[in-house]
């Protein structure tokens, strides 16, 4: 009788064993996907910021032109 409940701690044990390594294995391959994704997240970011800095840059210039506009047609009234 005793010998058959070893057994069974024994089964329960290599179980708790497998369930353990396969958690372990699981948990590397998440951390190796976290990884994946942050440097994707970083990458995503940077070109966002580039993207921001471009359309700050474009909305100057277009700034820009629209007061070079503003007078010359300023200019222009002046002549009629």
Same mark, same amino acid.
């Given at each position: 009788?005793?010998? !058959? &409940?070893?057994?069974?701690?024994?089964? =329960?044990?290599?179980?708790?064993?497998?369930? &353990? *390594?396969?958690?372990?294995?699981?948990? @590397? @391959?998440? /951390?190796? =996907?976290? @990884?994946?994704? *942050?440097? !994707? *997240?970083? *990458?995503? %970011?940077?070109? $966002?910021?580039? +993207?921001?800095?471009?359309?700050? $840059? +474009? /909305?100057?210039?277009? @700034?820009?032109?629209?007061? $070079? &506009? %503003?007078? +010359?047609?300023? =200019? &222009?009234? !002046?002549?009629?």
């Amino acid at each position: 009788m005793s010998l !058959e &409940i070893l057994e069974q701690l024994e089964a =329960k044990v290599q179980m708790a064993v497998d369930t &353990i *390594s396969l958690l372990q294995m699981e948990i @590397e @391959e998440l /951390k190796e =996907k976290n @990884e994946t994704l *942050s440097s !994707e *997240s970083n *990458s995503i %970011r940077e070109g $966002r910021e580039a +993207l921001e800095q471009e359309n700050a $840059r +474009l /909305k100057a210039d277009h @700034e820009a032109w629209q007061q $070079r &506009i %503003r007078s +010359l047609l300023g =200019k &222009i009234e !002046e002549v009629e």
